[in-house]
Protein backbone atom coordinates (compact mmCIF):
# COMPACT_ATOMS: atom_id res chain seq x y z
CA UNK A 1 0.00 0.00 0.00
CA UNK A 2 1.34 3.52 -0.92
CA UNK A 3 -0.71 6.32 0.31
CA UNK A 4 -0.40 10.07 -1.27
CA UNK A 5 -0.91 13.17 0.37
CA UNK A 6 -0.92 16.54 -2.15
CA UNK A 7 -0.70 19.48 -0.84
CA UNK A 8 0.12 23.57 -1.73
CA UNK A 9 -2.91 24.60 -3.90
CA UNK A 10 -5.10 27.64 -4.01
CA UNK A 11 -6.25 30.43 -6.01
CA UNK A 12 -3.37 32.50 -7.56
CA UNK A 13 -4.23 34.94 -10.45
CA UNK A 14 -3.13 34.75 -13.80
CA UNK A 15 0.58 35.04 -14.57
CA UNK A 16 1.22 33.80 -10.37
CA UNK A 17 3.07 30.48 -9.06
CA UNK A 18 2.55 27.76 -7.30
CA UNK A 19 4.19 24.62 -5.46
CA UNK A 20 2.43 21.51 -4.90
CA UNK A 21 3.74 18.44 -3.12
CA UNK A 22 2.85 14.81 -2.80
CA UNK A 23 3.99 13.21 0.32
CA UNK A 24 4.65 9.61 0.08
CA UNK A 25 4.20 7.36 3.04
CA UNK A 26 6.73 5.00 1.85
CA UNK A 27 10.80 5.54 0.08
CA UNK A 28 10.27 6.85 -3.21
CA UNK A 29 13.53 5.81 -4.00
CA UNK A 30 12.34 2.31 -5.68
CA UNK A 31 8.57 3.76 -7.12
CA UNK A 32 9.52 3.53 -10.55
CA UNK A 33 6.76 6.21 -12.13
CA UNK A 34 5.38 9.45 -10.20
CA UNK A 35 3.67 11.49 -11.80
CA UNK A 36 0.58 14.57 -11.55
CA UNK A 37 -2.53 14.48 -13.24
CA UNK A 38 -5.02 16.99 -13.14
CA UNK A 39 -8.87 17.24 -13.78
CA UNK A 40 -10.90 20.19 -15.00
CA UNK A 41 -14.76 20.05 -14.50
CA UNK A 42 -16.13 18.27 -17.35
CA UNK A 43 -12.67 16.98 -18.32
CA UNK A 44 -11.41 13.86 -18.62
CA UNK A 45 -8.16 13.19 -15.99
CA UNK A 46 -4.61 14.11 -18.42
CA UNK A 47 -1.05 13.44 -18.01
CA UNK A 48 0.49 17.15 -15.90
CA UNK A 49 4.22 15.78 -15.71
CA UNK A 50 5.61 12.63 -14.89
CA UNK A 51 9.37 11.29 -13.82
CA UNK A 52 10.06 7.51 -15.06
CA UNK A 53 12.53 5.08 -13.64
CA UNK A 54 15.89 6.45 -14.62
CA UNK A 55 14.92 10.14 -14.64
CA UNK A 56 12.75 10.52 -18.00
CA UNK A 57 10.75 13.47 -17.41
CA UNK A 58 7.46 14.40 -19.96
CA UNK A 59 5.38 16.92 -19.81
CA UNK A 60 2.30 17.53 -21.38
CA UNK A 61 2.73 20.30 -24.57
CA UNK A 62 0.46 22.75 -22.55
CA UNK A 63 2.24 23.09 -19.69
CA UNK A 64 6.29 22.70 -20.79
CA UNK A 65 8.45 25.65 -20.21
CA UNK A 66 6.11 26.97 -17.29
CA UNK A 67 6.00 23.91 -14.82
CA UNK A 68 8.98 21.75 -13.18
CA UNK A 69 8.28 18.10 -11.82
CA UNK A 70 11.26 17.37 -9.25
CA UNK A 71 11.58 14.25 -6.65
CA UNK A 72 13.27 14.95 -3.29
CA UNK A 73 14.34 10.96 -2.06
CA UNK A 74 15.31 11.86 1.31
CA UNK A 75 11.52 13.80 2.01
CA UNK A 76 9.96 10.98 0.06
CA UNK A 77 8.11 13.92 -1.94
CA UNK A 78 7.77 14.79 -4.87
CA UNK A 79 6.90 18.22 -5.78
CA UNK A 80 5.53 20.44 -9.06
CA UNK A 81 6.50 24.06 -9.31
CA UNK A 82 3.76 26.08 -11.92
CA UNK A 83 4.65 29.39 -13.13
CA UNK A 84 3.18 31.73 -15.15
CA UNK A 85 0.00 29.77 -14.29
CA UNK A 86 -3.18 30.42 -16.39
CA UNK A 87 -6.49 30.60 -16.57
CA UNK A 88 -7.23 27.10 -18.13
CA UNK A 89 -4.67 25.25 -15.43
CA UNK A 90 -7.55 25.61 -12.69
CA UNK A 91 -8.43 21.54 -11.61
CA UNK A 92 -8.07 19.44 -9.21
CA UNK A 93 -4.28 18.17 -9.28
CA UNK A 94 -3.79 14.71 -8.53
CA UNK A 95 -0.50 13.00 -7.75
CA UNK A 96 0.08 8.99 -8.95
CA UNK A 97 2.21 6.66 -8.23
CA UNK A 98 3.01 2.90 -9.73
CA UNK A 99 4.66 0.21 -8.33
CA UNK A 100 4.59 -2.97 -9.17
CA UNK A 101 2.00 -3.03 -11.40
CA UNK A 102 -0.49 -0.93 -8.91
CA UNK A 103 -1.72 2.46 -9.31
CA UNK A 104 -2.47 4.81 -6.27
CA UNK A 105 -3.75 8.02 -6.04
CA UNK A 106 -4.02 11.13 -3.69
CA UNK A 107 -7.33 13.05 -2.88
CA UNK A 108 -6.36 15.56 -4.90
CA UNK A 109 -5.42 19.45 -4.30
CA UNK A 110 -7.56 22.40 -6.03
CA UNK A 111 -5.57 24.80 -8.05
CA UNK A 112 -7.86 27.70 -9.64
CA UNK A 113 -6.15 30.69 -11.81
CA UNK A 114 -7.97 33.78 -11.90
CA UNK A 115 -7.73 35.91 -14.98
Known amino acids: QVQLVESGGGLVQAGGSLRLSCAVS????????MGWYRQAPGKERELVARIISGGTINYNDSVKGRFTISRDNAKNTVYLQMDSLKPEDSAVYYC?????????WGQGTQVTVSS
Open 96 to 104: NARVTGWSY
Open 26 to 33: RSIGSINY
